[in-house]
Nanobody, 114 residues
């Protein structure tokens, strides 16, 4: 089993910044991808950013240039630095680890509002 614990969500004004963290524990072996997804009310869960074992990254077009994903393999942790936040970034953000299956965190709320 794999457990994921997220932190760092909250409320911020447009243009502000937040940093999300996710720590993984459990039976994690072999190469694995870590990432962040989000789900806004009434919408499907969507990819925000993923980072591969070797450090390559992939971002949703809507967050390119504003968000930065990083990982710490020693701590088995993934981070999401979010800058220049917009109202449309409001969502519940979920941490993901992909091994032979997908594992998800409990989600953390990010609200961007003036």
């Amino acid at each position: 089993q794999v457990q994921l614990v997220e932190s760092g969500g909250g409320s911020v004004r447009p243009g502000g910044s937040l940093r999300l963290s996710c720590a993984a524990s459990g039976m994690i072996f072999g190469p694995f991808t870590m990432g962040w997804y989000r789900q806004a009310p009434g919408k499907q869960r969507e990819l925000v950013a993923i980072i591969y074992e070797g450090g390559n990254t992939k971002y949703a077009d809507s967050v390119k240039g504003r968000f930065t994903i990083s990982r710490d393999n020693a701590k088995i942790a993934v981070y999401l630095q979010m800058n220049s936040l917009k109202a449309e970034d409001t969502a519940v953000y979920y941490c993901n680890v992909r091994l032979n299956s997908d594992y998800w965190g409990q989600g953390t709320q990010v609200t961007v509002s003036s």
